[in-house]
């Protein structure tokens, strides 16, 4: 399922990264990679502010659904 999808507070492991290469290696660098964990902080309007790798981001809902968990 995609990432806009989990609940706040819920951890989840990334399974897969969909999209295109330049997407695929912007997600990589701020460290949501295949087997990593991210934990959903805050949803308004679909967007999301999530932490992984102990750094709190916050991604458009484009870019969310991009990652699967």
């Not at 990593?36 to 502010?49: D, F, P, Q, R």
Request: glycine residues 10%; aromatic residues 2%; proline residues 1%.
């Amino acid at each position: 399922m995609p990432l806009t999808m989990a609940r706040c507070g819920e951890t989840a492991t990334v399974k897969q990264i969909h999209g295109k290469d330049e997407a695929k290696r912007f997600l990589a660098s701020l460290g949501f990679v295949e087997g990593g964990k991210v934990t959903i902080i805050s949803e308004m309007g679909g967007n999301l502010i999530v932490n992984i790798k102990e750094t709190r981001i916050a991604l458009s809902k484009a870019m969310a659904n991009k990652i699967m968990v």
